[in-house]
């Protein structure tokens, strides 16, 4: 009964709710988030304005206890080198009282932290950084007055001594001095007013920020300093918002108010020793908000989104959107001449199963008006890419990682995958509905990894790089398999695998202006693709159906691996040749990353015995399964029963004895070091858990399946489309609800994902013609054109 409304609940919800619908919502929600984005950052339509400095100086939040989150973007943590480049050469003034002295030794902290606070209380404090030429100097103004006119003016009047940056701020002596009187808060307001002018001229050619007063804690003020309440300040901030900017002559050139500290203190003024004087936290949040101010638009850090414009469009980033252009054009031009559409074959939507398969009639090539149609869809896409990655339409906020994140999610989709599954139709050990379930979950679970930043928790990340090793792992399993089964090694079956890992990919390096090693899983695929083919098609190519008749052959198939394994050993064990060998044109335009080799090297090292893992298993299974060695069919073990217990056992004791292992560890370098050589472990003992109960093999997660169907889109899309600043951050379509904000997100990021696998597979039709004679000539069209983009790309960085 249960499952009869199970199957009714599901027919369901599949009729009413298909693919096509759901990509139909994302589109409408994708215009509607852009035209509400698009004029809350232009036409100022939100409180917050729409400026990202203006966000940066004025609100955020308290992710856990010290990382700081700005409303609407991220926040860059600058390290002494940064700032030392940023500030070079450059003159820093803090002028105010004991408050600002706080703020101007945790902002020297951050250009050189061995920094000691021993300077004089009541006295001017000098710093110079001799290696970068920086001078910092904190002047004692403990009050609004005409000592402080005097100084600002004196800028004014001699600008070749001015400060390139000023932060300025008090009020506390004065509430102090004159106990909080009605007449001293009207004095302040006209200091105020009379060193306003000076303030805005200043803004002309250095930075002015106005620290507005931080909140005290009442019970923990000294006597002597009970007049000083958070009403009083609150009070005193207002004069000094009125006062300041109150022409607004040029919004460009202007006094800047720095509030963010204020609102951090907030959520920390209790930790305060004095009750006045904030927390090493909170003084360290409102130092590295200016320093963000300053330096983002200076050395323009991808995590720092904040205070940041929008970079130029690059030569390549033109010839991307001239070539969906034309595409475009090309299209209306044929549909308004009626152009006759053949209809192709398209995978049809099943309402029982919720999957899309094949109809049985014969596939239809695409015609050129339809190539064209998936060419303008993929122009609109990559438009959607930009605008949420390098256009300033979208907000970005940091990821900060918790337990919670990572594991609840988790927990989520695996109920999910569970409460939907489904009797295999064959059931081989890591049959192709297996498979896609396997990498359906482990893309899921990497998802979830990025999005959450778990790569800070060691033991996760030591279990995602299993989930990686597992990833080429069937990699080799399955190019393997096919190349021993079926022999085929002609051009087509290698172009269209090319093609389908590199397509993406390779559009998105001209749109997102991206060097290809930058979506590092395609190279690492690819290469090994290639290498997986050069070895099986080398001289003697060793088939099954030659291995058959002559046990020599498979003889000499496994010494073929071991000279495989020869090579990766040699490679590994030489980086000085590796480098050498990727750093010649044009490869290291291909595998290089800001300039080096290192990061291929260590994305390459990391699992270089995967793939022959996967090949060597492949091997066995399949010599096993021709001698009839093992049994597949459905509810039966793969083995015999005391066979089947005991490699049971000893799967699930060495599953265990990893992730013992991976939570054990200490150091991410160690135990990458062991990596290579364990992960297999884990690998196996998954695959012959899910493999020996003849029930476990009988079944499949249908929901986690789809998912492995799109597992490659998903994982390059999800760079610019759900996680933001090149996965350094997180895209924010929905601000201030972080839980609606994943739901849209990732309902949108999914539909594109799918909709852009579809266009990579009506695409490969056309670009990969069956015919060996129109398919060199499409390969020598690629050369070409991809000649032309290394070319532009070098041309490009000299002119750097």
């Given at each position: 009964m249960a499952v009869l409304a199970y199957s009714l609940g599901k027919r369901e919800i599949n009729q009413y709710f298909s693919i096509k619908n759901a990509k139909l919502l994302s589109l409408v929600a994708v215009i509607l988030l852009t035209v509400v984005h698009s004029a809350t950052r232009y036409y100022g339509v939100s409180c917050?304005?729409?400026?990202?400095?203006?966000?940066?100086?004025?609100?955020?939040?308290?992710?856990?206890?010290?990382?700081?989150?700005?409303?609407?973007?991220?926040?860059?943590?600058y390290k002494s080198i940064e700032a030392k480049t940023c500030l070079n050469n450059k003159r820093i003034a803090f002028i105010g009282d004991s408050r600002i002295r706080q703020l101007f030794y945790a902002f020297i902290k951050i250009i050189n932290p061995d920094t000691k606070e021993d300077g004089n209380k009541h006295e001017n404090i000098p710093f110079a950084d001799r290696e970068s030429s920086v001078n910092v100097d904190f002047l004692w103004y403990a009050e609004v007055n005409n000592s402080m006119k005097e100084q600002v003016t004196a800028w004014v009047e001699r600008p070749f001594n001015k400060p390139d940056v000023i932060i300025i701020g008090a009020a506390t002596w004065s509430i102090k001095l004159h106990s909080g009187s009605s007449e001293t808060l009207l004095q302040y307001k006209a200091n105020l007013t009379s060193i306003a002018a000076p303030l805005e001229k200043l803004t002309e050619h250095s930075e002015v920020y106005w620290v507005l007063q931080d909140p005290v804690y009442e019970e923990l003020l000294s006597e002597n300093r009970k007049m000083i309440t958070n009403e009083q300040i609150d009070q005193y901030n207002a004069a000094a918002v009125s006062a300041l900017n109150n022409s607004k002559r040029n919004s460009k050139a202007r006094v800047k108010f720095l509030e963010a500290s204020r609102q951090a203190a907030m959520e920390t003024v209790a930790q305060s020793v004095d009750g006045l004087h904030l927390p090493e936290s909170t003084r360290n949040v409102g130092a590295m908000v200016l320093m963000n101010s300053i330096c983002n638009k200076i050395l323009k850090p991808i995590d720092g989104s904040c205070c940041q414009s929008v970079p130029p469009l690059s030569i390549l980033q033109k010839l991307?959107?001239?070539?969906?252009?034309?595409?475009?054009?090309?299209f209306l031009v044929l549909h308004a001449l009626g152009y006759s559409k053949h209809r192709k074959c398209r995978p049809v939507s099943d309402v029982e199963s919720g999957e899309e398969k094949k109809p049985p009639i014969a596939a239809v090539p695409l015609n050129l008006k339809e190539a064209l149609l998936s060419a303008c869809k993929m122009g609109l896409i990559m438009l959607y890419f930009y605008l949420c990655d390098r256009a300033d339409i979208f907000m970005k906020e940091q990821k900060f990682y918790t337990h919670s994140t990572f594991f609840i999610p988790l927990i989520y989709i695996f109920v999910l995958g569970i409460f939907y599954n489904e009797n295999s139709k064959e059931a081989k050990l890591l049959n192709r509905e297996q498979t896609d379930e396997w990498k359906g979950w482990m893309q899921l679970v990497i998802l979830i990894y990025h999005i959450s930043g778990a790569s800070a928790f060691i033991p996760v990340y030591m279990h995602v790089r299993v989930l990686v090793a597992a990833y080429l792992f069937q990699t080799g399993y399955g190019h393997f398999s096919f190349f021993w089964l079926k022999g085929d090694f002609g051009l087509y079956r290698v172009c269209q695998?090319?093609?389908?890992?590199?397509?993406?990919?390779?559009?998105?390096?001209?749109?997102?202006?991206?060097?290809?090693?930058?979506?590092?899983?395609?190279?690492?695929?690819?290469?090994?693709?290639?290498?997986?083919?050069?070895?099986?098609?080398?001289?003697?190519?060793?088939?099954?159906?030659k291995a058959n008749g002559n046990c020599f052959w498979h003889l000499a198939l496994l010494l073929k691996l071991l000279g495989?394994?020869?090579?990766?050993?040699?490679?590994?064990?030489?980086?000085?040749?590796?480098?050498?060998?990727?750093?010649?044109?044009?490869?290291?335009?291909?595998?290089?990353?800001?300039?080096?080799?290192?990061?291929?090297?260590?994305?390459?090292?990391?699992?270089?015995?995967?793939?022959?893992?996967?090949?060597?298993?492949?091997?066995?299974?399949?010599?096993?399964?021709?001698?009839?060695?093992?049994?597949e069919g459905k509810?039966?073990?793969?083995?015999?029963?005391?066979?089947?217990?005991?490699?049971?056992?000893?799967?699930?004791?060495?599953?265990?004895?990893?992730?013992?292992?991976?939570?054990?560890?200490?150091?991410?370098?160690?135990?990458?070091?062991?990596?290579?050589?364990?992960?297999?472990?884990?690998?196996?003992?998954?695959?012959?858990?899910r493999n020996i109960p003849g029930y476990a093999r009988s079944l499949y997660s249908s929901f986690f399946a789809w998912f492995g169907k799109i597992s490659l889109e998903l994982f390059i899309c999800q760079y610019h489309i759900w996680l933001a600043a090149d996965t350094k951050g997180i895209l924010v379509l929905i601000p201030g609800n972080p839980s609606l904000n994943i739901i849209f997100s990732t309902f949108i990021f999914v539909c594109v994902a799918h909709e852009i696998s579809q266009i990579t597979n009506d695409l490969a039709q056309v670009a990969i013609p069956k015919e060996n004679g129109a398919l060199i000539k499409r390969m020598l069209a690629a050369v070409v054109f991809f000649g032309l983009v290394l070319f532009l790309s070098k041309s490009r960085q000299a002119g750097y």
């Amino acid at each position: 009964m249960a499952v009869l409304a199970y199957s009714l609940g599901k027919r369901e919800i599949n009729q009413y709710f298909s693919i096509k619908n759901a990509k139909l919502l994302s589109l409408v929600a994708v215009i509607l988030l852009t035209v509400v984005h698009s004029a809350t950052r232009y036409y100022g339509v939100s409180c917050s304005g729409g400026d990202t400095c203006d966000w940066l100086l004025s609100s955020g939040r308290f992710l856990g206890n010290s990382v700081w989150q700005p409303y609407g973007c991220m926040m860059h943590k600058y390290k002494s080198i940064e700032a030392k480049t940023c500030l070079n050469n450059k003159r820093i003034a803090f002028i105010g009282d004991s408050r600002i002295r706080q703020l101007f030794y945790a902002f020297i902290k951050i250009i050189n932290p061995d920094t000691k606070e021993d300077g004089n209380k009541h006295e001017n404090i000098p710093f110079a950084d001799r290696e970068s030429s920086v001078n910092v100097d904190f002047l004692w103004y403990a009050e609004v007055n005409n000592s402080m006119k005097e100084q600002v003016t004196a800028w004014v009047e001699r600008p070749f001594n001015k400060p390139d940056v000023i932060i300025i701020g008090a009020a506390t002596w004065s509430i102090k001095l004159h106990s909080g009187s009605s007449e001293t808060l009207l004095q302040y307001k006209a200091n105020l007013t009379s060193i306003a002018a000076p303030l805005e001229k200043l803004t002309e050619h250095s930075e002015v920020y106005w620290v507005l007063q931080d909140p005290v804690y009442e019970e923990l003020l000294s006597e002597n300093r009970k007049m000083i309440t958070n009403e009083q300040i609150d009070q005193y901030n207002a004069a000094a918002v009125s006062a300041l900017n109150n022409s607004k002559r040029n919004s460009k050139a202007r006094v800047k108010f720095l509030e963010a500290s204020r609102q951090a203190a907030m959520e920390t003024v209790a930790q305060s020793v004095d009750g006045l004087h904030l927390p090493e936290s909170t003084r360290n949040v409102g130092a590295m908000v200016l320093m963000n101010s300053i330096c983002n638009k200076i050395l323009k850090p991808i995590d720092g989104s904040c205070c940041q414009s929008v970079p130029p469009l690059s030569i390549l980033q033109k010839l991307a959107a001239g070539l969906f252009l034309t595409a475009g054009i090309c299209f209306l031009v044929l549909h308004a001449l009626g152009y006759s559409k053949h209809r192709k074959c398209r995978p049809v939507s099943d309402v029982e199963s919720g999957e899309e398969k094949k109809p049985p009639i014969a596939a239809v090539p695409l015609n050129l008006k339809e190539a064209l149609l998936s060419a303008c869809k993929m122009g609109l896409i990559m438009l959607y890419f930009y605008l949420c990655d390098r256009a300033d339409i979208f907000m970005k906020e940091q990821k900060f990682y918790t337990h919670s994140t990572f594991f609840i999610p988790l927990i989520y989709i695996f109920v999910l995958g569970i409460f939907y599954n489904e009797n295999s139709k064959e059931a081989k050990l890591l049959n192709r509905e297996q498979t896609d379930e396997w990498k359906g979950w482990m893309q899921l679970v990497i998802l979830i990894y990025h999005i959450s930043g778990a790569s800070a928790f060691i033991p996760v990340y030591m279990h995602v790089r299993v989930l990686v090793a597992a990833y080429l792992f069937q990699t080799g399993y399955g190019h393997f398999s096919f190349f021993w089964l079926k022999g085929d090694f002609g051009l087509y079956r290698v172009c269209q695998v090319l093609f389908r890992l590199n397509f993406l990919v390779v559009v998105l390096c001209l749109v997102m202006d991206r060097p290809y090693q930058f979506y590092y899983f395609v190279p690492l695929v690819t290469f090994w693709f290639v290498v997986i083919y050069a070895t099986m098609a080398m001289w003697p190519q060793i088939l099954q159906i030659k291995a058959n008749g002559n046990c020599f052959w498979h003889l000499a198939l496994l010494l073929k691996l071991l000279g495989l394994l020869v090579f990766i050993c040699f490679f590994a064990y030489s980086q000085e040749f590796f480098e050498s060998v990727f750093s010649v044109w044009p490869l290291s335009k291909l595998f290089e990353l800001q300039g080096s080799i290192h990061e291929w090297w260590f994305r390459w090292k990391l699992d270089r015995f995967a793939v022959i893992h996967g090949m060597l298993f492949a091997c066995v299974y399949l010599v096993l399964q021709k001698f009839q060695i093992l049994s597949e069919g459905k509810g039966e073990p793969i083995f015999s029963n005391r066979i089947s217990n005991c490699l049971l056992f000893i799967s699930v004791v060495s599953f265990i004895t990893y992730s013992i292992w991976a939570s054990s560890c200490k150091n991410k370098t160690e135990c990458n070091e062991m990596h290579p050589y364990i992960s297999v472990v884990q690998i196996l003992a998954f695959v012959l858990i899910r493999n020996i109960p003849g029930y476990a093999r009988s079944l499949y997660s249908s929901f986690f399946a789809w998912f492995g169907k799109i597992s490659l889109e998903l994982f390059i899309c999800q760079y610019h489309i759900w996680l933001a600043a090149d996965t350094k951050g997180i895209l924010v379509l929905i601000p201030g609800n972080p839980s609606l904000n994943i739901i849209f997100s990732t309902f949108i990021f999914v539909c594109v994902a799918h909709e852009i696998s579809q266009i990579t597979n009506d695409l490969a039709q056309v670009a990969i013609p069956k015919e060996n004679g129109a398919l060199i000539k499409r390969m020598l069209a690629a050369v070409v054109f991809f000649g032309l983009v290394l070319f532009l790309s070098k041309s490009r960085q000299a002119g750097y």
